[in-house]
């Protein structure tokens, strides 16, 4: 059976399968010449390979803190169940922390499409691949169709970091249940979905009673992760942890807040940009600032939802800068006016502060 045909500069050639070696003939001069099997690796080569729980090639090989690779479900499952290393009962490990060893994913791709990996191992790897390529297919779909249950049932992240939020609210015809979240959001981040790692840093910052105990340095695992792919929520979280999480207002820890304040700011996450300025204001974890602080309070009327009970409180704390002119010129009537829009919509603090207003000028 004639399986490839080459052309070369003066003659061409076949390859032609005898049904052992393949043997290349050439047209010119007929000379036989048998094509080599491409070479096998070493068991030394391969062994490296495998995952120590399964024994087979990892198709998503992650790095855990024993300083082993391993393939990601089957770490995962066993983490689920225990904290230690499976091959240092002394070594303690966490999900959050497991690392996708990129390159080794892919030598181990190139070995087995270059056929240098012995058959057993490479049609085994094969098989859990395509698997995985056909759920993804048809989980996207099911997606796209809004059918999440069924995505998520097929390992979308997406889908699965979706869920997770609807029985952590309880919306969109899902009951509020915070045990199927915590389930969802540890499927999704597995899958490195972000919403599923920022509902995982959740749940270990404040915990789960009876379920989940919580546990900052777990929690800091998972909030990192989700800001890393640009989680505005995680990164603010990140800020009250070392602002507020035991860290007894040392100065380093608030510079620490201060910069994930920052960064969740920048990215216009609402309760970041008010933080801002008040630690502008007042010089906690950076320089004292007043200009700086008026700035954050101004740029977060600008993006904040007037409904919104922050937008109000930025419209005060400004107010009150405008009205003593602290960063800029002084606006008496200006600041004021921003004061009364809070107070009018009941933002307390405003209130009082109109009262205290009507007092003076009373008084005067």
């Known amino acids: ?7 070369r500069k003066e003659r061409d050639a076949t390859i032609v399968n005898t049904g052992s070696t393949p043997i290349l003939i050439t047209s010119e001069d007929n000379i036989i010449t048998p094509v080599p099997k491409p070479a096998k690796v070493s068991d030394k080569v391969t062994q490296p ?3 120590p729980i399964t024994h087979t090639l990892m198709v998503d090989p992650v ?15 066993w983490l689920l169940k225990n904290r230690t290393s499976p091959l240092n009962p002394n070594k303690r490990m966490k999900v959050a922390r497991l690392a996708p060893v990129k390159i080794l994913r892919e030598s181990i791709e190139a070995l087995v499409e270059t056929g240098a990996i012995e058959d057993k191992l490479s049609d085994c790897w094969k098989e859990k691949k395509n698997e995985l390529n056909l759920n993804w297919v048809k989980a996207k779909k099911l997606y796209d169709e809004g059918r999440i249950l069924e995505a998520a049932k097929l390992g979308l992240p997406e889908a699965q ?12 015809g899902v009951e509020k249940d915070l045990c199927q979240s915590l389930e969802w959001a540890r499927k999704a981040a597995r899958g490195g979905n972000r919403w599923g790692q920022f509902r995982m ?26 800001a890393e792919q640009g989680c505005g929520d995680s990164m603010h979280n990140l800020g009250c942890i070392y602002n507020y999480g035991g860290c007894q207002l040392h100065h380093n820890y608030l510079q620490k807040a201060a910069f994930w304040y ?31 602080a008026r700035e954050w309070f101004e740029k977060a009327i600008d993006v904040i939802d007037t409904n919104s009970n922050i937008w109000l409180k930025a419209n005060y704390k400004l107010g009150r800068m405008m009205a003593r002119g602290e960063g800029g010129s002084k606006d008496i009537a200006q600041g004021i006016t921003l004061i009364q829009k809070a107070a009018s919509k009941g933002l307390s603090v405003a209130e009082k502060c109109m009262d205290d207003i009507a007092c003076s000028l009373v008084g005067k």
């Open 49 to 51: 390979l495998l995952c």
């Open 201 to 226: 840093g959740l749940f270990y910052d404040v915990g789960i009673t009876g379920v989940l105990t919580s546990d900052r340095s777990e929690a800091i695992s998972y909030y990192e992760k989700a």
């Open 63 to 77: 790095l855990a803190d024993d300083g082993h690779t391993y393939e990601r479900s089957s770490i995962e499952e």
């Open 161 to 172: 970091g979706k869920l997770s939020h609807r029985y952590y609210f309880g919306k969109e």
């Open 1 to 7: 059976m004639v399986v490839t045909t080459r052309k």
């Open 262 to 292: 920052e960064k969740a700011a920048k990215m216009n996450q609402e309760h970041s940009l008010i933080t801002m300025g008040e630690l502008c204001y007042k010089g906690k974890g950076v320089t004292k600032n007043h200009k700086v």
